[in-house]
């Protein structure tokens, strides 16, 4: 967990509504004011033409992510956990959304220490001097689900404590209803997706992230994926300071993946960050079939090294290999440009249209990312600009009225998620590293590694690996 003290100023963390009706209210009446105000600039633009229209849209910008900061702080749950995603995104939203949502990784209010207190002492059985020779009041990041304080084991071992907020499962329960209301609401305004799907998955996934004895398992599995690897840091967990609604671990004193300034300071080039980040996902999807699920810049922290801490393994999913080998094949046909493998692959996927057509899942393929990674690969730029988004959205949109999309495979939540984040994130760092390169060049010495290692037919012998040699993904 990052040292530096949070700015919270003399705003307190207020009591969040608990009742369905009144969180209803405060998401549907600020979705309402902002869509209303995007749709009346859009209709007088029609006779006062866009150089009366833009000025307006900027300002509409502005104070609509104001708003959603404010009913996200207001009702608290996964509200800001939406905020902090959305403020991640330069590459596919204007700056006004960024710069305002992504106070929400650093300014959520906090729970007041009695709270907090009272938990740890209830979740674990002890007085917290007992347990904690020291113990912060302040804690060091506030976030969607929890808090965490910097506190000192009576051994010497520092740690970060994270105490999940009091009530906030019954709070997700309600928000994860009215979220499934708002998404049949769109399945009827918008034909051209069934958006269930969405529901769905996290109706499974974010229950899981109020257990903190799974996060702290997910924690190990990944640290274990990555032992030899020498540029990625997980923190160890203490079990023994562990429950469901409280996770005691090792306290890492790094600097926020996306502040530019700390990386300079520390004489880390952004790009090589990048690079390590793009890469350490590779590795996730593609050879391990288990990856860390939300890559936030609050969950992501850089020593030097440089190297990469992963924080916060609350979402994490696993990839079936079937998945992932047609994830892979999907990629290199976006690399080759061949138009009828890629439209193959991406129905073996689990994408199902109306139609059904062989040319009808070549178009949608090319329009959602196909013309996107053709153009990143042309220039050997690491990361699409709004732009091709604004465009690719326009084409997909275009081709699912008239073929609307009819199963989506739910695995695409997630994996789709952290290709978006990570984007993001590539934009603010200046990446190099093209993600669908990473992820072919991964595949393909995993393919080599699996002919190395089979029997040598001259021989009677089996070869053995033996243990895994100590690498560097900066070095990939």
């Known amino acids: 967990m990052a040292t530096a003290s949070p700015t919270y100023g003399t705003r307190k963390r207020g009591a969040a509504p608990r009742s369905r009706p009144r969180r209803f209210v405060n998401v549907g009446r600020m979705l309402a004011r902002v869509f209303i105000g995007y749709k009346l600039i859009s209709f007088r633009e029609k006779r006062k033409g866009k150089e009366w229209a833009e000025p307006r849209r900027m300002k509409h910008h502005r104070w609509s992510a104001e708003r959603f900061y404010e009913t996200a702080v207001k009702n608290q749950g996964l509200l800001i956990k939406t905020g902090q995603l959305l403020g991640t995104r330069p590459d596919v939203l204007p700056e006004a959304y960024v710069e305002v949502l992504s106070r929400l990784h650093d300014e959520v209010p906090p729970e007041p220490f009695d709270s907090i207190e009272h938990i740890i002492e209830r979740e674990l059985g002890r007085p ?281 495979p739910p695995e695409l939540l997630m994996v789709g998620r952290v290709f978006g984040l990570l984007n993001g994130l590539s934009m603010t760092l200046d990446a190099r590293t093209n993600m669908m390169v990473a992820f072919a060049q991964l595949a393909d010495e995993m393919e080599a590694e699996r002919l190395a290692t089979l029997p040598d037919p001259s021989t009677s012998g089996v070869a053995t690996n033996g243990a895994r040699p100590m690498r560097r993904l900066l070095e990939a």
């Open 128 to 408: 917290l001097e007992e347990m904690f020779a020291e113990f912060d009041r302040d804690p060091v990041a506030s976030a969607s689900l929890a808090q965490v304080h910097r506190a000192v084991l009576h051994d010497g071992r520092v740690c970060a404590v994270k105490v999940q907020y009091p009530g906030i499962e019954h709070i997700v329960d309600i928000d994860l209803d009215n979220m499934a209301f708002f998404i049949r609401v769109l399945n009827r305004l918008d034909r051209s997706m069934d958006y269930r799907f969405v529901a769905d998955e996290m109706r499974e996934t974010i229950p899981k992230e109020l257990d903190f004895i799974n996060e702290g398992h997910n924690a190990e599995r990944v640290a274990h994926d990555f032992s030899y690897v020498e540029d990625i840091v997980v923190p160890k967990i203490y079990w023994d300071f562990t429950s469901r609604r409280v996770l005691t671990m090792e306290y890492i004193d790094g600097v926020k993946i996306t502040d530019v300034a700390a990386l300079e300071r520390m004489g880390i080039e952004k790009s090589d960050v990048a690079k390590i980040l793009v890469h350490s996902f590779a590795e996730m999807i593609v050879r391990h079939g288990f990856f860390h699920a939300d890559p936030h810049p609050g969950n992501l922290m850089v020593l030097p090294g440089p190297k990469l801490v992963l924080l916060d393994f609350g979402q994490a999913k696993d990839l079936g290999p079937a998945f992932r080998d047609t994830l892979v094949r999907f990629t290199r046909t976006l690399l080759s440009g061949n138009q009828r493998e890629m439209g193959t692959a991406f129905r073996d996927l689990g994408f199902r249209t109306k139609a059904d057509t062989s040319e009808g899942y070549e178009q949608l393929g090319d329009a959602y990312i196909g013309r996107i990674a053709k153009r990143m690969h042309e220039t050997g730029e690491g990361y699409a600009k709004m732009d091709q988004f604004e465009q690719s959205y326009e084409q997909a949109t275009t081709l699912l009225k008239k073929n609307p999309l009819t199963a989506v």
